[in-house]
């Protein structure tokens, strides 16, 4: 499984980008794609998953400006982010979790990452 970011970039607080995440190989048809970040010195954090079912899981602080979203026929995850702040300056990591049928986790798949940076 392999997994390409795109649409990190530079923008102004306030200001809005889009990510994206397309998925390729062999992918189950149960899994989570999710996003989290990183900062230097600071463990990777989530910002959000979502299922296959569109069910989704935001951290608090992302809740409200940022939304997951997910093209299951193109295998990709998406990121909206609006009303950025500096602090959400980070490399973005796309993320897949393979799931059996049945809900249990076989496989952990990252991308790359992507850095959006928010200047003030």
């Known amino acids: 499984v392999q997994l390409q970011a795109s649409g990190g970039g530079l923008v102004q607080a306030g200001g809005s980008l889009r990510l994206a995440c397309a998925a390729s190989?062999?992918?189950?048809?149960?899994?989570?794609m999710g996003w989290y970040r990183q900062t230097p010195g600071k463990q990777r954090e989530l910002v959000a998953r979502?299922?296959?079912?569109?069910?989704?899981h935001y951290e608090d602080s992302m809740k409200g400006r940022f939304t997951i979203s997910r093209d299951n026929a193109k295998n990709t995850v998406y990121l909206q982010m609006n009303s950025l702040k500096p602090e959400d300056t980070a490399v973005y990591y796309c993320?897949?979790?393979?799931?059996?049928?049945?809900?249990?986790?076989?496989?952990?798949?990252w991308g790359k990452g992507t850095q959006v940076t928010v200047s003030s």
């Open positions: 993320n897949l979790e393979q799931r059996t049928r049945w809900g249990i986790p076989v496989g952990d798949y």
């Open positions: 190989g062999s992918i189950n048809s149960n899994n989570l």
């Open positions: 979502i299922s296959v079912e569109g069910s989704t």
